[in-house]
């Protein structure tokens, strides 16, 4: 017992490790020759590779922490059980080419010049370098045609990062008809629960679990964004996975476009996760030497539940997926003008509100959309990105310099890549849209889409972005992106290329926003697609905050930050505080509003000309209260102790990663028959520590202690005195010993 855990500590902490002849070790990639096996160990969990004696490469094992890679066998023999159940589907594979007797939904599909599709993917070789592994593999008719797989392993955060390319190596041209990143194969059986967010405009990130039965589960976009609708995130678990209890895999894809994950579970009792970029109207063509990089699909295990995973992920995008990593600073509190001006922008008005907004204790100023060309409804402008000087006759200089005066910092809003045909761009360049040539153009909201796939069009919009950002140095830069893709044409690429686009706007996008923020470092970025409809862990590489919904009803977004937080960060999930009565035609009170926004980026988007004293003197308090507990918010550990699709209440506490702060936020929904709140338990304290207890909110806490231990707090917890409908509660918990 003694040497297995010494031997585990040495995988975890990066020493090789001796005495297993055979085994090569890098700091979480043990490699046995001899069996060309491998196993891959984090802190949380364990996946186990063979190549099989058809040199297939297959999946052994994906779950909790392993150490002992001579406990894994290598993959057997298999005989085929009929003639309509052949061996090919029994195997647990990697990433299956589309050839042979294999049914199930392939990684990698393609057309060769001859019109030949048939592909049988096979072990050619590998590369262990600290805590990456590639894997060469070929068409067992070696003719140049590689495929490389990549996995990338973040020991301390549990999660592995997997992505293919694809080389061309042949003399002639490859069509790519499917293009997946990756395949995860679960432990044999069945039992499993799919958990996903769906949605759609005003509706994002609705949390779902469905059984996994024989058949597919589609999770998709076909919008050429990463859309409302659904988002590329899922966990999966045997059944009995609860919020901070049992096994739950689980995984995101980086991909900003059309995407796909497709949960199948084949007749054999093997659930396959298979994603990438979406095969809907996919061809990529490939040239002798050309090749495409497939983006990242992460994954991870915890034996946690989704609390559990949520936490891995948090963390993870914190540190290691977010710009500047744990080096990033907490997000400021922002004011945004959206909902108090809409397109009515001017001087005057904007620094009126820059003044109560900075009364409030905000630190970042940011004016939305109408600020230039003609921009006074959503008819005309997009595109034509000079200051309106109707509106601001001397520039935004003015302004700027008085939200700096105030001691803010200043941002603004832009939609890059749409134009309206109302503007001077359009009728400039009407080709630069995406079209097909003769047939509608289709508008929505009134706009139509710059085709960035072309090179001409990114150059553009780089220099446009660059000169506002140069001109007026910005601190901020809200990216919004207003509709979906339809009539995906490019004609100029030629029939052949065309369906490039799907990929190339992408990558495009992904380079423009990088070299802007090569050249602009000190401008953070937010991502917005009328809300929710771009946030995935491709962009939140790039980008410091997203906005996860046009709906900020308060009551609403209990459910839309629920499956929010299920794959992203506190820290990204911009939360407003806005006006009543909100989206539903209902009214929720001030601090109920406020304790909503403060579980994320807190920001304020209400009409603060139309605030009185006491919403000040609140708005002030609450302001001051986040910004002490921001950074528990922000990068501490959340657990959803009461979920609000169940029962009258809603609870959340986070909890400082060196455990000296916690917070609960607590809403009761519609008290009926004069029942008491429940009592909230509390989840991860330190039972032994003792924690002061301080009511952000007056009158809530229910007894006069002012001290209780972590057990008490876990095991008894806390009443509170929440009445009505839409009452809401917050402790601050300060560690004293
Ligand atoms: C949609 C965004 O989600 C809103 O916050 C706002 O920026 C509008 N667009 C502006 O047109």
């Not at 503007?423 to 040539?437: G, Q, T």
């Not at 308090?621 to 910004?627: D, I, L, S, T």
């Not at 986070?654 to 519609?670: E, I, M, N, P, T």
Request: proline share 5%; hydrophobic share 40%; aromatic share 10%.
């Amino acid at each position: 017992m003694k040497t297995a855990v010494l031997a585990m500590a040495a995988v975890l902490s990066g020493v090789v490790l001796q005495g297993q002849p055979g085994v090569a070790a890098s700091s979480a990639i043990q490699f046995d020759a001899a069996r060309k096996l491998w196993l891959l160990t984090t802190g949380a969990s364990s996946y186990a590779m063979g190549v099989g004696a058809d040199g297939t490469l297959q999946n052994l094992y994906w779950g909790p922490a392993l150490w002992r890679l001579a406990d894994v066998p290598a993959p057997g023999p298999r005989r085929d059980v009929s003639s309509f159940d052949p061996r090919q589907m029994m195997q647990r594979e990697e990433y299956p080419g589309w050839g042979g007797p294999r049914y199930y939904e392939a990684a990698l599909r393609l057309s060769r010049a001859d019109g030949n599709r048939d592909l049988v993917l096979k072990y050619v070789s590998h590369k262990i370098s600290g805590n990456d592994l590639d894997i060469d593999m070929s068409d067992i008719r070696d003719d140049g045609l590689r495929v490389t797989l990549h996995y990338r392993l973040y020991p301390e955060y549990g999660i592995v990062r997997r992505h293919s390319t694809v080389r061309n190596g042949t003399a002639a041209s490859v069509t790519l008809e499917s293009a997946q990143s990756a395949v995860y194969n679960l432990p044999l059986g069945d039992g499993y629960f799919l958990t996903h967010l769906t949605g759609r405009w005003a509706m994002e990130t609705q949390v779902r679990r469905e059984p996994i039965q024989e058949g597919r589960i589609v999770l998709e976009s076909r919008k050429g964004h990463t859309s409302h609708n659904s988002n590329p995130w899922f966990a999966v678990d045997r059944g009995s996975a609860e919020e901070e209890s049992g096994g739950v895999w689980f995984g995101a894809l980086a991909w900003s476009g059309n995407w796909r994950i497709t949960v199948e579970q084949t007749p054999y009792r093997q659930v396959r996760i298979t994603g990438g970029m979406n095969d809907f109207d996919f061809s990529y063509p490939l040239k002798a030497g050309e090749s495409l990089d497939t983006p990242a699909f992460f994954a991870g295990y915890s034996g946690n539940g989704h609390g559990g995973a949520s936490r891995l992920m948090h963390r993870f995008e914190n540190e290691r997926i977010l710009p500047g990593g744990v080096k990033a600073p907490v997000r400021p509190v922002l004011y945004n003008s959206w909902e108090a001006t809409t397109f009515k922008v001017e001087e005057a008005g904007q620094k009126a509100l820059a003044d109560k907004a900075a009364k409030l204790g905000v630190e970042l100023f940011v004016m939305d959309d109408g600020w230039f060309g003609k921009r006074n409804n959503d008819k005309a402008g997009l595109g034509d990105w000079f200051v309106n000087k109707e509106k601001f006759p001397n520039g935004l200089g003015g302004l700027i310099g008085h939200v700096r005066g105030l001691g803010m910092k200043f941002g603004l809003w832009v939609e890059p890549e749409m134009v309206n045909a109302d503007s001077d761009l359009y009728r400039a360049h009407p080709d630069w849209v995406i079209h097909f040539p003769d047939r509608p153009r289709s508008e929505l909201r009134q706009q139509m889409i710059l085709n960035l796939a072309r090179e001409d069009v990114k150059e553009h919009l780089f220099g446009v972005l660059d000169k506002l950002a140069t001109e007026y140095p910005l601190d901020y830069l809200k990216w919004d992106m207003n509709r979906s893709f339809s009539e995906p044409g490019w004609p100029d690429a030629g029939a052949g290329e065309q369906r490039k686009l799907w990929v190339k706007y992408v990558t495009n996008y992904y380079e423009l926003v990088d070299r802007l923020r090569a050249k602009h470092p000190g401008m953070a970025i937010e991502s917005c697609s009328g809300g929710g409809g771009r946030i995935d862990l491709g962009v939140l590489q790039r980008v410091d905050e997203v906005w996860p919904s046009d709906n900020t009803d308060a009551f609403d977004r209990l459910k839309i930050q629920e499956g929010f937080t299920q794959a992203y960060s506190p820290k990204v999930m911009s939360a407003w505080v806005t006006d009543v009565p909100n989206m539903n035609g209902r009214s929720t009170p001030l601090a109920y509003r406020f304790l909503v926004a403060m579980q994320g980026a807190l920001g304020i988007g209400a009409n603060l000309n139309q605030w009185v004293d006491a919403d000040f003197a609140l708005g002030s308090k609450m302001v001051a209260v986040y910004k002490r507990i921001r950074a528990t918010v922000q990068t501490g550990n959340l657990y959803r102790i009461s979920s609000p699709r169940v029962g009258d209440m809603t609870a959340n506490a986070y909890v400082s990663q060196d455990g000296k702060q916690a917070v609960l936020f607590a809403f009761r929904h519609a008290q009926q028959f004069n029942t008491p709140a429940d009592p909230v338990v509390f989840r991860g304290l330190d039972e032994k520590a003792v924690y002061r207890v301080e009511p952000v909110v007056d009158g809530k806490l229910m007894g006069q202690w002012k001290e209780a231990s972590g057990a008490w707090l876990m095991h008894n917890g806390v009443t509170l005195n929440l009445r009505g409908d839409y009452d809401a509660a917050a402790l601050i918990l300060e560690r004293v010993n």
